[in-house]
């Protein structure tokens, strides 16, 4: 993932002739104001007697990320700590729950002490450590996070991740939009260079830094010349999801690829030669794919069986509602809970992409089964999710018309950011 691009960096349409970058971007929350670093300058400042009389504190402020093999006193030593301090904090609990990708701030004094040190643990919880006379203390809270409405959009070259990367969307977002259209599109498949996506998604800063992004509020993807959009909405009656303009429901009862679209497997669909739909010959589907791809359950449903099979070899086959079931072979290893009468949810990892039993390569087998009878599912209608309910479309029509009028913008418009 490429470092996240400040905000304040967006540039005029003008560039867009100048610049290759199909990235477009804008916020929908008012401009962030500028630093009031030179107001703080002339501000005239009153010290109280006692005060004047101390030295100016010396200290450095810091910020270290830390990284996949870091040493926790390697991290330490960066932050500008001294080696006996950093022996001494690394008896800080909490210091031990540090995970490569956490970003640590530091403010150390001149002789190397730690005067206080956080980081954001969870989502949204901040950790602090701070000097506490010879003593350290932990805190924890809730971190002063600020939410920014970020747009963006990107065209498919290679793979979704790959646009993304271009148009400086997180992974976390790439991620979503697959999920939200994998009742339409099959990410591995079905992407064709010229695809096109725009998203509408939160962002969190801490400090001014992003932190993470949030959901994903309206997306569009045009695959292969059809449009797709998705619009998040919480019902009033509770539950929700992504819904089409129309009020229809994204979430269709199987999804389009049992195989997870990540960054790791996101790119064999594109490389290779396009996957032979050898159905006829074997009732079924094969995706190639590497070893260890999650496989996921198409829909709701219960495990049926999971277990060796000949010729199959690691199999689980999940029954879902109505006549309907799905079956998952060649599997490397089951995912963990999944076993004869487990219920799992659609998306939920049921194993994970082998070459067991009669299998040349690493690849899935994949049956769908209508009654015991393996079926070609791309043949057959999916039956789709519960509309927006009659009584709350007016509600949705509002919420939805501003989120599309963005799309459209984005879609007509693409602003080129400026690096
Ligand atoms: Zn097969």
Known sequence: ??????????????????????????????????????????????????????PAPASFQREERFQRGDTLAGMLGRLGISDSEARRLMRTPALRLLR??????????????????????????????????EAFRTMEGAAPLRAEVVMRSGTIRSSLFAAADASGVPDSVAVQIADIFAGDVDFHRELREGDRFAVVYEQYFLNGRPVHAGRVLAAEFVNQGRRFRALHYALAQGGGGYYAPDGSNLRKAFLRSPLEYSRISSGFGMRRHPFQRTWRAHSGIDFAAPTGTRVRAAGDGVVEFAGPKP???????????????????????????????????????????????????????????????????????MPAGEPVPPAEVAAYRRHAEPLLARLELLAANPIALLE
């Open 100 to 133: 490569p990708g956490h970003t640590v701030a530091g403010e150390v004094n001149a002789e190397g002490e730690l005067l206080r040190l956080s980081y954001l643990a969870g989502r949204g919880t901040l950790t602090t450590v701070e000097r506490f006379g």
């Open 311 to 381: 010729g199959y070899g690691n199999m689980v086959t999940v029954r879902h509602r109505g006549q309907y079931s799905t079956v998952y072979a060649h599997l490397s290893r089951f995912a963990p809970g999944v076993q004869r009468g487990a219920r799992v949810a659609q998306g939920d990892a049921v194993g994970f992409v082998g070459q067991t039993g009669w299998a040349t390569g690493p690849h899935l087998h994949y049956e769908f089964r209508i009654a015991g009878q393996s079926r070609n599912p791309y043949a057959i209608a």
């Open 1 to 54: 993932m490429s470092e996240f691009t400040p905000l304040v960096r967006v540039a005029a349409i003008a560039a867009l002739a100048l610049s290759g970058v199909v990235a477009a971007f804008a916020t929908m929350a008012p401009g962030i104001p500028a630093p009031p670093a030179e107001a703080a300058l002339v501000e005239p400042v009153t010290l109280r007697p006692a005060e004047s009389l101390l």
